[in-house]
Structures are given as structure tokens and as C-alpha cells.
């Protein structure tokens, strides 16, 4: 499977790297390679090596086809499908206190909107939580709740008050 087959992962361009890979892995996993990115046990035998070594040749094949030729420079070469990950992580999510700093404002400024569904709020909250963690920023559990409680409009006030005390 590959590049406009079942899965859509929209064309790699920098601005969206958190959701492509995201995307990426659930290709992979859906496709029995994800594997390759956790890495071999340093304990495999010679067997698993060799299976290793072909899943992972799939899983490159599976990941250059999804980087466009204006990036492929940053994956040529690697011997991996998780170092090939690495360097375009490396490229596009930058570990600096700017990105963090903008992910957090935009979590902070987070309101759901009058007659947006609650999984679409949630889908976009979990996104900014992925981008803040994928640049470096780490936010804990009992955070990353109470920072969705606020940004849930007042009509949700006794739910998150509930839930709340239940975590208590």
C-alpha cells in the first residue's frame, strides 16, 4: 500500500508535520510496519533481525512515498524508516521556546465555538497538545484536563465541576 491507495495523507509541507506523521503511523500500523519505528529489541535473535530488516525495508519504501521530492533530500540516505522519521522531525518541529510559546498561546486563547461538536473541539485541543509536546513543551495529565476544562463554555461548568471533584 502506498500513496493514493486507501489512505489520504494529505502531501507533506511543513506546516503540517504533527499531523502527517501522526497520519503516518497509523499507515504504518494499519500496514503491520509500525514496529520498525519503535526499534528491535537489543536482545532479538538472528531471526527476528532478518524479519526486522524487511519490515523495515517496507516501511522506508512506505515513507518515501509519502515525502514530496521537495524533501526528499532530508530521507535519502538514512538506513532507517525511523531515522528517516528522525531527520524530518528534526527539520520540522523545532524544540525552541518559540514554538512552544505559540502552541501555548493558542491553547490559552482555545474556546469552543457556539454549536461546534464536542469531538471536534476535542479533536483540535488534542492537536495543540500534540504539537506542544512534539516541540519539546510537556504538559502533565491533571494540566492538560484542567486546560480543557477552560476552554469549555460556561454551559459545561457543572459537568467539568464534577468531574473535577471526581479526580480529587
Known amino acids: 500500500m502506498g500513496p493514493g491507495d486507501v489512505f489520504r495523507i494529505p502531501q507533506l509541507t511543513g506546516n503540517n508535520f504533527t499531523t502527517w506523521k501522526a497520519r503516518l503511523i497509523l499507515a504504518l500500523d494499519a500496514n503491520e510496519l509500525s514496529i520498525v519505528i519503535d526499534g528491535l529489541n537489543a536482545n532479538a535473535t538472528a ?17 518515501a512515498g509519502y515525502v514530496p521530492d ?76 484542567s486546560n480543557l476544562f477552560l476552554t469549555l463554555p460556561e454551559k459545561f461548568d457543572a459537568v467539568t465541576t464534577a468531574l473535577e471533584n471526581l479526580s480529587l
Open 70 to 145: 521537495e524533501f526528499f533530500n532530508l530521507i535519502d540516505g538514512k538506513r532507517t524508516a525511523k531515522r528517516m522519521l528522525d531527520s524530518l522531525q528534526s527539520r520540522f518541529v523545532s524544540n525552541c521556546i518559540t514554538k512552544q510559546t505559540h502552541v501555548k498561546r493558542e491553547l490559552n486563547n482555545l474556546k469552543m465555538d457556539e454549536g461546534q461538536s464536542l469531538q471536534d473541539h476535542f479533536e483540535k485541543f488534542d492537536c495543540l497538545i500534540r504539537e506542544l509536546k512534539n516541540c519539546g513543551g510537556s504538559v502533565s495529565k491533571r494540566d492538560e484536563v
Open 47 to 63: 531471526d527476528e533481525i532478518i524479519a526486522f530488516d524487511k519490515l523495515d525495508k517496507k516501511a522506508k519504501a512506505f515513507v
